[in-house]
């Protein structure tokens, strides 16, 4: 049809046809058609996702998800059909406006304009806005390019019409500047009206459907009338779940990527839950599991344990007590998922679940294994016989396991290694969960105070190296004893230290919080070295390690600046990494030198309490623009100025991490003080308050 049209038309324009009120008649109708073409796609796309909807209202009312498979598209409608009617559409608007000058003059071609964008906003785009005060407060809030282009064009068609030398009427057939705007702005008009008005019921739809699919305790089932009654029922329980979260949850608890999730005071039917909802995700698959030391730990593997197994899931129970990289190890050696119940470093108020999905390697006859004998007991012999027998020649250590599950494997580990650990330089070793005891109330040795005990202890003993391990063994901080000084090791000078003591080439991955160390990885003579940063998460650490890996490079090491740092074969171990520090340090460790090669000063991460993201992206708009100006800025992850800070907004708590380097790290803060101040003062305050207090430990505590 659109064919027959065109060749119509072209063939009365050859033949110098004068009467253009067929040709005007033929534009109207396959502009006719083309709409109605349009809002047949749009209706046949509509009622495919009906379809699907329905579908799985059946499926889940009949309680029988798993059958459930989403049927492909054998025609990607809204991406090729709808493309071709608008193009239609936007082809004879433009020919419309060309062919009707001939008949009309301009008032009569601007009042059918604004009839047809009347009736449009009347008929399909009032119930929408509801009301032009909301119309326009999306006007408001588009982007200043969207005016200027307007204002533009406005001009610009102003000065066209009203130019002596062209006439005030041109004919538009000689000026072809109004038909191209035309076409242009007719697919621009359709691209925004399938966004605000059909892409929004698209997206409900899907999210409606995904909270059914994944109802596993058939919350909205079992209360068919309560929910289903009403008209408005997809509304009404998208509400529901938005104000239960538990779309956020299924999206953070997915078991094809590493998950970890956490929690304040979780009770054991909730966890329960939980494990129900693991079982469906993992499909049932048999998983290693464990727990930390926690008070209420052994408590809540049970219930998850039992809801997993209550939804026909297998589960090989290592029992509590148990570190996050001996519940990994296990996974990747007997080739199943493995899912850890840990809140890590946080107060005894938390819990949460880690899960690692399942390896893509299979192990040879390793699931077999995991069945005979007592589970708990060959777990920890598989763990423990993993570290390979050294001999550090009877090193002497102090260790704090931070009540933790690591004093229930390190005795063991050592011995293998030839490592002495005396009875009184065991500090916190009984796995009781107590928290109590430390200045921060948590299980975490990164926070300076909390390392009190341990430097005590080496100060007045025999120990050459100190260690204190975190609640499930993924973090650790080395004490170095150097005469009568007994300082921590942070990880930019671990990483510089690594650096000095790796004689192959190789890439150290970095995130924002060591870019000091950077320079100290690259000036190791002879070595050749390079560094890969990263975005801060465990996930994106791993991934790039992968990467790296999958291309054929030399990975040595990745470090966070929270003190987790992987092995090449991306594992982060708090004990295996310790151990090869302990090997660095039998070849002599030049603290010094490893200082001189970082060059410049740096604080340790500093956390600040900030609770107004509008107010922090105000201050973050405010530093870019200013730093910008003479110096690299990347705003990838954070807020990283080179040679002068970093900044990042934590995504779990209301915190922001800061690091200070440079020449002179005070002065580095005090011009970044100065922009926050006006902007957030509790910010700028609290920010100066914590600076002075971290300034005093890093020079009595750290080297």
């Given at each position: 049809m659109v064919a027959a049209i065109l060749v119509f038309i072209g063939q009365a324009e050859f033949g110098k046809q004068t009467n253009y009120g067929p040709i005007l008649l033929l534009v109207l109708f396959g502009l006719i058609l083309s709409v109605i073409g349009f809002l047949i796609v749009v209706a046949t796309v509509l009622g495919y996702d009906h379809y699907i909807t329905d579908i799985?209202?059946?499926?889940?009312?009949?309680?029988?998800?798993?059958?459930?498979?989403?049927?492909?598209?054998?025609?990607?409608?809204?991406?090729?059909?709808?493309?071709?009617?608008?193009l239609a559409t936007a082809l004879f608007v433009a020919l419309f406006i060309y062919y009707a000058n001939h008949k009309f003059n301009w008032p009569v071609i601007a009042f059918i304009v604004f009839v047809f964008i009347e009736l449009l906003y009347q008929l399909r785009l009032k119930k929408y806005f509801?009301?032009?005060?909301?119309?326009?407060?999306?006007?408001?809030?588009?982007?200043?390019?969207?005016?200027?282009?307007?204002?533009?064009?406005?001009?610009?068609?102003?000065?066209?019409?009203?130019?002596?030398?062209?006439?005030?009427?041109?004919?538009?057939?000689?000026?072809?500047?109004?038909?191209?705007?035309?076409?242009?702005?007719?697919?621009?008009?359709?691209?925004?009206?399938?966004?605000?008005?059909?892409?929004?019921?698209?997206?409900?739809?899907?999210?409606?459907?995904?909270?059914?699919?994944?109802?596993?305790?058939?919350?909205?089932?079992?209360?068919?009338?309560?929910?289903?009654?009403?008209?408005?029922?997809?509304?009404?329980?998208?509400?529901?779940?938005?104000?239960?979260?538990?779309?956020?949850?299924?999206?953070?608890?997915?078991p094809d990527s590493l998950t970890d999730v956490r929690w304040q005071n979780v009770s054991s039917d909730e966890m329960c839950e939980l494990g129900k909802m693991a079982a469906n995700l993992l499909r049932g698959k048999k998983i290693v599991l464990g727990a930390d030391s926690r008070k209420n730990s052994h408590e809540m593997l049970r219930a998850f344990k039992k809801g997993y197994e209550k939804n026909k899931g297998k589960v090989a129970d290592c029992g509590n007590h148990c570190t996050t990289p001996m519940i990994e190890y296990l996974g990747r050696k007997y080739a199943l998922p493995a899912v850890m119940i840990t809140a890590s470093h946080l107060d005894e108020t938390w819990q949460g679940i880690k899960i690692t999905p399942e390896p893509e390697k299979k192990a040879e006859d390793e699931r077999e294994k995991v069945k005979a004998g007592n589970r708990r007991k060959k777990a920890l012999e598989d763990y423990v016989a993993s570290f390979s027998k050294e001999d550090f020649k009877n090193l002497s250590l102090a260790v704090d396991y931070f009540e933790g599950s690591v004093a229930r494997m390190f005795p063991e580990i050592a011995k293998r290694k030839g490592i002495l650990i005396s009875r009184a330089e065991e500090l916190n070793a009984e796995m009781s969960g107590d928290y109590s005891l430390f200045p921060s109330l948590s299980p975490d040795p990164t926070i300076p105070e909390n390392l009190g005990f341990v430097i005590k202890i080496m100060k007045t003993d025999d120990s050459e190296l100190g260690v204190a391990f975190d609640g499930d063994g993924d973090r650790y901080v080395i004490i170095l004893k150097r005469g009568k000084t007994v300082k921590a090791i942070d990880p930019v000078l671990f990483t510089a230290i690594s650096a000095m003591y790796y004689e192959e080439p190789g890439i150290f991955v970095l995130d924002p919080f060591v870019v000091p160390a950077?320079?100290?990885?690259?000036?190791?003579?002879?070595?050749?070295?390079?560094?890969?940063?990263?975005?801060?998460?465990?996930?994106?650490?791993?991934?790039?390690?992968?990467?790296?890996?999958?291309?054929?490079?030399?990975?040595?090491?990745?470090?966070?600046?929270?003190?987790?740092?992987?092995?090449?074969?991306?594992?982060?171990?708090?004990?295996?990494?310790?151990?090869?520090?302990?090997?660095?340090?039998?070849?002599?460790?030049?603290?010094?030198?490893?200082?001189?090669?970082?060059?410049?000063?740096?604080?340790?991460?500093?956390?600040?309490?900030?609770?107004?993201?509008?107010?922090?992206?105000?201050?973050?708009?405010?530093?870019?623009?200013?730093?910008?100006?003479?110096?690299?800025?990347?705003?990838?992850?954070?807020?990283?100025?080179?040679?002068?800070?970093?900044?990042?907004?934590?995504?779990?708590?209301?915190?922001?991490?800061?690091?200070?380097?440079?020449?002179?790290?005070?002065?580095?803060?005090?011009?970044?003080?100065?922009?926050?101040?006006?902007?957030?003062?509790?910010?700028?305050?609290?920010?100066?308050?914590?600076?002075?207090?971290?300034?005093?430990?890093?020079?009595?505590?750290?080297?």
């Open positions: 799985v209202m059946i499926v889940y009312h009949w309680d029988k998800m798993e059958f459930y498979k989403h049927p492909g598209k054998p025609v990607r409608f809204s991406a090729v059909h709808r493309w071709f009617y608008e509801r009301n032009r005060w909301y119309f326009t407060g999306i006007l408001r809030n588009l982007p200043p390019m969207a005016y200027e282009i307007t204002f533009a064009i406005l001009i610009t068609s102003l000065l066209y019409c009203m130019s002596p030398e062209l006439g005030s009427f041109t004919p538009f057939h000689e000026y072809m500047f109004w038909p191209i705007l035309a076409f242009f702005a007719t697919l621009a008009f359709f691209g925004v009206l399938c966004r605000l008005r059909w892409k929004k019921y698209f997206q409900e739809r899907w999210r409606f459907t995904g909270i059914l699919k994944n109802d596993f305790e058939g919350r909205y089932r079992n209360q068919w009338d309560k929910w289903f009654k009403n008209p408005k029922f997809r509304e009404k329980i998208t509400g529901d779940a938005k104000k239960r979260k538990v779309r956020d949850f299924i999206k953070a608890f997915s950077e320079k100290a990885v690259k000036a190791v003579k002879s070595r050749e070295h390079d560094v890969v940063r990263v975005n801060r998460g465990r996930p994106n650490m791993i991934r790039t390690i992968l990467n790296l890996k999958y291309k054929g490079k030399k990975v040595h090491k990745g470090v966070e600046g929270s003190y987790h740092t992987f092995d090449s074969k991306d594992f982060d171990d708090g004990i295996r990494q310790f151990l090869e520090f302990c090997r660095y340090y039998g070849k002599g460790i030049d603290i010094e030198e490893a200082k001189n090669l970082i060059g410049c000063d740096y604080t340790l991460e500093m956390r600040v309490e900030c609770k107004d993201d509008e107010l922090f992206r105000e201050v973050t708009r405010k530093l870019v623009e200013l730093y910008k100006k003479e110096k690299d800025v990347d705003t990838s992850d954070g807020v990283w100025v080179r040679d002068s800070f970093v900044m990042r907004q934590s995504s779990r708590e209301n915190v922001v991490s800061f690091l200070f380097y440079g020449e002179d790290p005070r002065k580095e803060m005090e011009r970044v003080r100065d922009v926050i101040l006006p902007i957030y003062p509790q910010l700028a305050e609290d920010l100066e308050r914590r600076f002075n207090i971290m300034e005093g430990q890093k020079k009595e505590l750290y080297w």
